[in-house]
Each structure stands twice: as structure tokens, then as C-alpha cells.
């Protein structure tokens, strides 16, 4: 297995884009760029990067959130389709795995940063799969306020034609693939793709490796059901599957196991001093991500917002 960190050039890229972004103050979110702007920017800039994992399955960084791509003789099943500003760069990628024509697209949710290349690869040829609620938010504009940002609906073409409401195995390419929907995670319409032959798990942002995730509370997520799918995800792994996150270098469970121990720990220093009657401004300024700002607070989201993502989630617990 190629083990080049090639996540590494968006995390710098945007990492700058985002030093004074909403997401690092999401209290001065009216008087800032949006970091939709800022992390487009710098993803124009930003190379697309391949690593080969196995069974003829490679994950591209460099776009937003990951891309896993299976390529067989069939054509290439893709998970998660980056942003717009780098399609040439995408393409000339795939290109690079194999010739074969785009066949299939899931979307593990409807953030821009993983559908925003939809319009591109179905006019190359991919059916695209998701979530009710991904095709419902792709319909419509979506405000989301953490963002400073509203999204325009995508063209029709661009949108899910094939909908998971719970579970939906495919065989394609010599490859069985399982493609579940457990309801709310860190939105109210997450996918995941696993991989039965190659034991390769695609998880989209239900898991960010050794980062503090966003979840989207204005949309159905929250830090319960975010727990709850990365316990389903550990229930489904072994030590020996490959776990590809939405956002991160490639892991595997022991990474996820530590990931969910943080938001178990972190969820309940937040749940605790809120029932204590503590504001959102005292409870961040205790700091309940302390021991784990150095090891997950590095991109785009640092221990302060977390609290506030993690407070927000609890509204009424």
C-alpha cells in the first residue's frame, strides 16, 4: 500500500485560507468571509493527490472532502465527488487510475465540499446515489449559519437519482459493495460505502481522522448521533479494514476507536457543566477539550467551536 500523507497539501492550504475564518470565531461569523469562500480559494491552488489502498481502490485528496474510487473493467464506482474549482485536476487523476468511464457516484451527504463536483461526473457518465435528505438539500437552497453561507440548489442531473433509505448492496466490477444509511449522523442524510472483498469502509464525515469534526446541528446532526455511527462503524470494522474518513489521512479502527473516545469524553465535560447551568462563554473558556486540542485541534476546526458544535447538539439535554 502507497503510505504518502497526501492529504497534507489542502490541510496547509486551507489551514492559511482559514486562520481568521468563521470557523475558528464563529462568534464574528457576520463579519468575516465565509470559510466556504476561503476553503474554495484554497482548493484552487491545491494539488489532487492519489494513494493506492487496495483491491483496486485509491483515495484522492487535495478537493475538499476525500474521493474513493474503485476502478474495475466494468468502470469506476466513485464516493464523494470534491469541489468544482478542481475538476481538471480530478479528472486528469482518474484518468491516470484507469480508463475506464465513470459508472456510479455516492454522496455521503450533501455538503459542497463532497457534491459540489456532482454537475462534472454525471455528465461523465455517474449515476449518483444518496441519502433522502442529501437529494432533498440539493434541491433547495441551504442555509447554513455556522458557514456564514447559503448553497443554491444544484440542477436536477446533478442531484441523487438513486435514494438509500436504509441499506442497498450492489455488485459491480467484481466488487460487493454495501452502501447503509442509519438514519441521522453528522447530518440528517450520511452514507456510508464499505467494500466487502477489499475491506475497505468509506466513511464521508461521520469520521474525520485525528481532527475535530463539524456537525451539522442546523440539519439534523448532532454529537449523539455522530457517536452513534462511529460505534456502528467500529461494530463493522476488524484491525485488519481500512477506514477511509471524509476528511484526514487514511486510518484504520484502532484510529476510529480513539476518535469516538474523544466525542464520548468531550461530550460529556460539555454535558456536565451545561446541566451545572453554565453559558456556551463559560463553558468553552473551561476548555473540556484540553487533552485532545493538540492531537485533533490542527485543521479547520479548533477546541473552541467543537465545544460549541458539541453545546449546540445538546439543546434540551
Same mark, same amino acid.
Given at each position: 500500500?502507497?503510505? /504518502? ?142 458557514? +456564514? ?59 474525520? +481522522? ?22 456502528? /462503524? ?17 486510518? +484504520? ?48 476546526? +479548533? ?15
Amino acid at each position: 500500500m502507497k503510505t /504518502a500523507t497526501v492529504f497534507r497539501p489542502l490541510v496547509l492550504a486551507a489551514a492559511v485560507a482559514l486562520a481568521s475564518s468563521a470557523w475558528f470565531a464563529p462568534a464574528q461569523a457576520a463579519d468575516a468571509s465565509s470559510p466556504v469562500v476561503k476553503i474554495n480559494d484554497a482548493t484552487a491552488k491545491a494539488d489532487v493527490n492519489v494513494e493506492t489502498l487496495r483491491g483496486n481502490i485509491s483515495v484522492l485528496s487535495g478537493s475538499g472532502g476525500n474521493i474513493i474510487v474503485y476502478n474495475s473493467a466494468q468502470g469506476k464506482f466513485v464516493v464523494d465527488a470534491g469541489i468544482a474549482v478542481s475538476k481538471d485536476k480530478i479528472a486528469a487523476v482518474l484518468n491516470g487510475i484507469g480508463p475506464g468511464p465513470l459508472k456510479y457516484l455516492v454522496n455521503t451527504h450533501y455538503h459542497w465540499d463532497h457534491t459540489d463536483g456532482n454537475a462534472w461526473m454525471h455528465a461523465a457518465g455517474a449515476t449518483i446515489i444518496g441519502a433522502p435528505m442529501t437529494a432533498l438539500h440539493l434541491s433547495k437552497s441551504t442555509r447554513v449559519d455556522d458557514w +456564514n453561507y447559503t448553497f443554491d440548489p444544484l440542477p436536477m442531473a446533478a442531484r441523487p437519482s438513486i435514494i438509500v433509505k436504509g441499506s442497498k448492496t450492489m455488485n459491480f466490477g467484481g466488487e460487493r459493495i454495501a452502501i447503509q444509511n442509519f438514519g441521522k449522523g453528522h447530518t440528517d442524510g450520511d452514507l456510508w460505502v464499505y467494500f466487502k472483498q477489499a475491506d475497505v469502509l468509506a466513511l464521508g464525515d461521520t469520521f474525520w +481522522n485525528n481532527y475535530y469534526p463539524f456537525i451539522d446541528n442546523e440539519h439534523g446532526g448532532s454529537i449523539d448521533t455522530a457517536i452513534v455511527w462511529a460505534n456502528k /462503524a467500529i461494530d463493522a470494522s476488524t484491525d485488519h479494514t481500512i477506514i477511509v474518513p471524509g476528511h484526514g489521512a487514511t486510518g +484504520n479502527r484502532a484510529d476510529l476507536i480513539a476518535w469516538r473516545d474523544m466525542l464520548v469524553d468531550v461530550r460529556g465535560k460539555v454535558a456536565t457543566l451545561k446541566q451545572q447551568g453554565k453559558s456556551l462563554d463559560e463553558i468553552v473558556a473551561a476548555n473540556p477539550t484540553a487533552a485532545y486540542d493538540a492531537k485533533y485541534g490542527g485543521f479547520v476546526i +479548533n477546541g473552541g467551536f467543537f465545544t460549541k458544535l458539541v453545546y449546540d447538539g445538546l439543546n434540551g439535554k
